[in-house]
């Protein structure tokens, strides 16, 4: 692990403008996520209105393949697809649920931010395992304190989800945030309390857990992106920015 940068108050301000604009684009597509709409409407409607804020959609390609970089503005991820979904003509159907993660780039700063809606009416499994992931992600949150370590954030949404009956996935990590849409430190959703880093106030974390209702593995798709749960059960994602403070840890993407 490298050097995890810390940022100034200045910079804080600038991760808090792109993080704004995640939020909005998650309030946003709240209201529209119903059975019949496709995946490239929602994408469309989020790439005009982070261009109308003044920002850049993070995730246009992106990528370390350059015949492969990431075609869309969001990952949409239905169902059984864990994270990287490239919207495109699927329409989405009552009882689905649907992950929705968006990165944004302003003034040289980067937020990044997910959320899981259910398309109409939803099973109890579904309710309770986006419930679940969304509770995890506040007990890890809660860790982000200076004097802790990074991965009592790791072992606080673990420990949550496992008393929960559901499983996290290993393969993908959070990640510091801030001039680089993915900086260091990875942030893993398991791990030991008392190790990795020392928090320090400043530190800029994206925390997220991606939780299935079965097992833990995962596979690739052959599209290069899209991860989806070995087994086919339904997986849930959701993540904030946070400012590791002294007290009380900030969330930018609130």
């Given at each position: 692990m490298?050097?995890?940068?810390?940022?100034?108050?200045?910079?804080?301000?600038?991760?808090?403008?792109?993080?704004?604009?995640?939020?909005?684009?998650?309030?946003?597509?709240?209201?529209?996520i119903k059975p019949g709409v496709l995946t490239k409407e929602l994408d469309e409607i989020a790439e005009r209105f982070i261009r109308s804020r003044g920002g850049t959609p993070a995730f246009k390609g992106y990528g370390?393949?350059?015949?492969?970089?990431?075609?869309?503005?969001?990952?949409?991820?239905?169902?059984?697809?864990?994270?990287?979904?490239?919207?495109?003509?699927?329409?989405?159907?009552e009882g689905m649920i649907v992950s929705i993660d968006v990165g944004v780039r302003k003034d040289g700063y980067y937020g990044d931010g997910a959320r899981t809606y259910a398309v109409g009416r939803v099973n109890e499994e579904k309710k309770r395992l986006m419930r679940v992931t969304e509770e995890s992600l506040y007990k890890g949150v809660e860790k982000a304190v200076e004097g802790n370590h990074l991965?009592?954030?790791?072992?606080?949404?673990?420990?949550?989800?496992?008393?929960?009956?559901?499983?996290?996935?290993?393969?993908?990590v959070g990640h510091g945030v801030g001039k680089s849409l993915h900086e260091e430190p990875p942030i893993p959703?398991?791990?030991?309390?008392?190790?990795?880093?020392?928090l320090k106030e400043g530190m800029v974390l994206a925390i997220e857990p991606m939780v299935n209702a079965g097992t833990y593995k995962v596979e690739f798709d052959d599209d290069g992106w899209t991860v989806r749960t070995a087994d086919g059960s339904p997986s849930a994602h959701y993540e904030h920015t946070v400012v590791v403070r002294k007290g009380e840890p900030e969330i930018l993407t609130r």
């Open positions: 490298g050097k995890v940068p810390i940022k100034s108050r200045h910079e804080v301000e600038l991760i808090r403008e792109s993080s704004k604009i995640v939020a909005e684009v998650l309030a946003l597509l709240g209201s529209r370390h393949d350059r015949k492969n970089l990431f075609p869309a503005s969001l990952c949409i991820s239905i169902d059984d697809e864990v994270v990287h979904g490239i919207p495109n003509g699927h329409t989405l159907d991965h009592d954030i790791s072992f606080a949404v673990q420990k949550y989800v496992e008393a929960n009956g559901f499983s996290v996935v290993r393969d993908l959703n398991y791990g030991d309390p008392g190790t990795g880093v020392k």
